[in-house]
């Protein structure tokens, strides 16, 4: 077995390998990015063109015909080198002939035009332009009154997109219809359709921006994949009524996986779409999705169901607890304005059982929740105020948490901050919340001596009034604060001596703490210029001091509703309370010290490094902590520091190191690197540790293999296991959490990508295998899993 020097010789190793091959990659162009280095959500790509050839027709487009107006409102134009008339109303064109009307341009080598019935046929390379088409074609004829032209043997190429094809006959009915015969449409090349649908008949509407074909086969590489009587597809962005590309997949928890989805436009400002979902291994699922948009209103109402679930069963015998055969999920988000300062948010989840996400999620990472949110709020807003009312509520969604770990409920929930300056720079203000919490009742001991246990329950009043006199200048800062922190409760179904919940420490149902804050935030900032490389560079130097005092109160005697001990950070050096929630409040005779320098490039005003250390000094014991944890007599806190190089716009490193002289350990340490190179490519190496908690080594990136070809791969390493065998006690057999690799190819009308993964889908540490194929034909839509979204949370600048 690898020793843990090997191991991370190894992690170095794989590291430097995948690194060096982003820089290869670089090596082949230095495009400039499309995803600055850093952001950690890069933009969608859009769908491209960049690799189809011109279309030959745009060789004879005018780009100065007008693309609005009323056709027949504008005077007819004719004209050619040579014009001749066998009588007085039959007029024949030759040399450059061609008729103009609007944005009608019709041009041949020949044309015979009749002046009494404007009836017109063409001879010899036929050019046809309008606001919204071009054709060539062998011959046409038609009538210019009614602004109607039949030509035979037909090229096109749509103007409003990249929609192009051939026809037999295309018949133009107006200036927004044409009618084709033995025709077909494609967004490839036309010398190299790789896709395309060849229809008996076919028409392309403008106006609702839809062709309609009848008797339709589908050809991939001018090979037939499947007929159908009768479709619809799109010309443009604009949303039609449809069945949309199926969602295909396969996983060892499923099956085979088809999704297909239909889209209903019912109105401008509302849609819906129904998603019939068919699993081989559980059975048919029927979702849909409904979206809405009003003047003050938006939001979306989601749901899936599945009315037997075929291997519930077995799922419940395999982890001994109950699964519904019936299986459900539903979430409504809405966002409403009532008025310019007031307003309605609601985002309501629900499952039916804890292991749905797990089975069903049609995110690939949905399986990592816990715990599922609801809340609702009115909201308000002021200039110097911020109010709200409403409650959270949640549910748990990690089958292996028992249910007394369910958080409170939250209802109602009311919140009120207020900060307005007077009297000059001083400013007065207040931070406020009142919350009723509420918990169901749960069966707790142990197996055989269960009992039904209430939980503690109540409501909390919480309130924070100051004053600040903050002094800002570019130089200093200055920014005293002094205010009273005062909370009380009113609890319900405090346990009695003999009950497994009975804590001695709660006896009173109305106990209450308050206590004085007072701190002072203070620094300086140093500026010096100097040259480096012939550029001009500036220096920060920024010291900065923060003293916290807060006189101890002992608050055993408070309950812990939904509090909990922030992890320590650099930033957590400058608050005045370590924990998240009103239930503690810590006490402190503090100073923390910091100093933070800065290189700032004159020329582009970019920050290319910043580093920082810190330190909180205590001169007082942290007596104030969470129920079971003792108090620490600590001197000093952790030292924090934090490194940020940007050497170019490609590279950035990232470093983060915390560590205890009191135990002369590394608490954290956190290593990322990220490269980016060419236009899209991008590699990340990222190392994370946390005393007691994780150990874990992350490769990723997307490599451009050449043009069309990208190499998209990760691999997360934890180097220690939660779970460790009695072979291994210390936890060091690592294991990996996630890896996957895959490959995209795009041209000019078709791309696929596909992907193999392997990860660990639940707590238990099982692990799915899967493999994701996903094929879109270009500006009609994809066929198979999306993975846009996951690939890019599981790789940092993907786009």
């Not at 063109?49 to 005018?62: A, H």
């Not at 180097?719 to 210390?730: F, I």
């Not at 791309?751 to 994701?772: C, F, H, P, Q, T």
């Amino acid at each position: 077995m690898p020793t843990r020097s090997a191991l991370r010789q190894q992690r170095l190793l794989a590291a430097a390998i995948f690194l060096a091959l982003g820089s290869l990659a670089h090596a082949k162009g230095d495009d400039a990015p499309n995803c600055p280095v850093g952001v950690f959500k890069c933009p969608t790509k859009p769908v491209s063109w960049e690799m189809c050839t011109k279309s030959d027709l745009l060789d004879f487009y005018v780009a100065d015909l007008p693309t609005t107006g009323d056709r027949s409102s504008v005077p007819r134009d004719a004209s050619a080198l040579k014009v001749t008339s066998p009588d007085k109303t039959r007029y024949v064109l030759e040399g450059q002939a061609q008729i103009k009307q609007l944005d009608l341009l019709l041009r041949a080598d020949r044309i015979t035009y009749d002046t009494e019935t404007t009836d017109y046929s063409t001879e010899g390379h036929v050019r046809f332009q309008d606001r919204a088409m071009l054709m060539s074609a062998e011959r046409a004829q038609g009538n210019a009154d009614l602004d109607r032209c039949t030509l035979e043997g037909v090229q096109y190429q749509l103007l409003s997109s990249r929609g192009n094809g051939v026809a037999q006959v295309a018949v133009m009915e107006d200036p927004d219809r044409t009618h084709l015969t033995g025709a077909r449409y494609s967004t490839c090349d036309l010398g190299n359709q790789q896709w395309a649908f060849a229809a008996r008949e076919m028409v392309l509407d403008r106006v609702e921006g839809v062709g309609r074909a009848r008797n339709v086969t589908f050809r991939v590489l001018n090979v037939p994949v499947f007929w159908l009587p009768y479709l619809r597809f799109p010309l443009d962005d604009r949303r039609i009524t449809g069945f949309l590309a199926p969602t295909i997949g396969y996983g060892s928890r499923r099956g085979l996986d088809v999704t297909l989805p239909y889209y209903l436009n019912l109105a401008p400002n509302y849609d819906a779409t129904l998603l019939p979902r068919f699993m081989s291994q559980r059975g048919f699922m029927f979702g849909g999705e409904f979206r809405y948009l009003t003047d003050s209103s938006k939001g979306e109402f989601n749901f899936d169901y599945i009315p037997k679930d075929d291997m519930a069963a077995d799922e419940a015998r395999d982890y001994d607890q109950r699964v519904p055969d019936s299986r459900w999920w539903y979430r409504w988000r809405n966002s409403t304005s009532l008025n310019a300062n007031w307003g309605v948010g609601i985002d309501v989840n629900r499952v039916s059982d804890s292991r749905y996400f797990e089975d069903f999620g049609r995110g690939l990472y949905s399986s990592a929740i816990s715990f599922l949110q609801s809340t609702a709020y009115l909201n308000g807003r002021g200039s110097w105020w911020n109010a709200s009312i409403g409650g959270d509520d949640y549910q748990i969604t990690d089958p292996t948490l028992p249910d007394q770990y369910q958080p409170y409920r939250r209802l109602p929930r009311a919140t009120f901050t207020a900060e307005k300056a007077f009297l000059g720079d001083l400013t007065g203000g207040v931070e406020s919340e009142y919350v009723a919490f509420g918990k169901s009742s749960f069966w707790s001991g142990p197996e055989d001596q269960r009992i039904r246990t209430r939980p503690l329950e109540g409501q909390r009043l919480d309130l924070f009034p100051y004053l600040a006199y903050p002094i800002e200048t570019s130089a200093y800062f200055i920014r005293p604060q002094i205010g009273y922190r005062y909370t009380t409760y009113s609890l319900d179904h405090l346990a009695k001596p003999g009950d497994p919940q009975y804590n001695p420490l709660l006896r009173d149902r109305d106990p209450s703490r308050g206590t004085p804050i007072f701190s002072l935030d203070t620094g300086l900032i140093f500026e010096r210029e100097f040259t480096f490389r012939d550029a001009g560079w500036t220096q920060t130097l920024e010291p900065r001091a923060y003293y916290l005092r807060v006189p101890y109160r002992d608050q055993d005697d408070l309950p812990v509703f939904d509090t909990q001990e922030v992890p320590f950070t650099f930033g957590q050096m400058f608050r005045s309370n370590r924990f998240v929630g009103a239930d503690r409040q810590m006490d402190a005779n503090n100073l923390s010290l910091a100093l933070t320098t800065r290189f700032l490039e004159d020329a582009t005003g970019a920050e290319r490094l910043s580093a920082s250390i810190g330190q909180i000094r205590y001169f007082d014991d942290q007596r104030v902590q969470l129920p079971g944890r003792p108090p620490t007599d600590w001197s000093g806190s952790t030292y924090a520091a934090e490194i940020d190089v940007r050497p170019s716009d490609r590279w950035r490193l990232v470093l983060n190191q915390q560590w205890n002289p009191n135990t002369d350990r590394t608490d954290l340490s956190m290593v990322t690197v990220q490269n980016r190179f060419g236009s899209e490519g991008v590699v990340n190496f990222s190392y994370r540790y946390r005393r007691d908690f994780l150990e874990q080594v992350d490769l990723s990136g997307l490599v451009p293999l050449s043009p069309g070809w990208r190499l998209i791969a990760r691999w997360n390493y934890a180097l220690n296991n939660p779970n460790p065998n009695p072979a291994d006690p210390k936890g060091y057999d690592g294991r990996t959490l996630e890896r996957f690799v895959g490959v995209e190819h795009d041209t000019c009308c078709v791309s696929w990508r596909l992907l193999v993964r392997d990860w660990i889908r639940n707590i238990e540490g099982e692990r799915d295998k899967a493999i994701y194929f996903e094929l879109e034909f270009k500006g009609v839509g994809s066929i198979g899993q999306k993975t846009d979204d996951f690939l890019r949370r599981g790789i940092l600048g993907f786009q």
